[in-house]
């Protein structure tokens, strides 16, 4: 009789944990930066794809506008890094965050030409090339006057 509770017991949780591992993978909206994707984009119609649009369902914001904004948290997560690292004197920290937020706007920019974006591309330019030069102090001022642009 315990035997037989210790092999239930251990097969409802063996059961639960690939439960919840295949309800992870499914359910992952937005790989991290340089992460694979897990799964292929959904389908969309040809219409959709020459519009720049495609709907996640019925009433749902299209995925375009889901990457934009996970973009643009990226890209606000690097500048607050960025910042963090400048204030802690770090300048390759600095340089480095400010880099990853630099390549994020210019792509957003690119593709969507926003003149606020291209201020904030400015000043992450100038915290790069600060934090380049050990200039700590003004690469952060920078970084900081870029963060509201990518609001």
Request: charged share 20%.
């Amino acid at each position: 009789m315990q035997r037989c509770l210790t092999i239930c017991a251990l097969t409802t949780m063996l059961l639960g944990a690939i439960a919840l591992t295949a309800y992870a993978v499914t359910s992952e909206t937005e790989p991290s930066a340089g992460a694979p994707a897990t799964s292929a984009p959904p389908v969309s119609s040809a219409a959709e794809q020459r519009d720049g649009k495609s709907m996640t369902g019925p009433g749902q914001a299209p995925l375009q506008g889901a990457k934009q904004k996970a973009q643009q948290r990226n890209a606000i997560q690097h500048t607050k890094q960025a910042i963090t690292q400048g204030r802690a004197g770090n300048a390759q920290g600095l340089r480095k965050h400010a880099e990853a937020a630099l390549q994020i706007a210019e792509g957003a920019e690119s593709r969507h030409g926003e003149g606020h974006v291209e201020e904030a591309i400015k000043h992450l330019k100038l915290a790069v090339e600060d934090a380049q030069s050990g200039k700590v102090a003004e690469g952060t001022k920078h970084a900081e006057e870029a963060l509201p642009y990518l609001r």
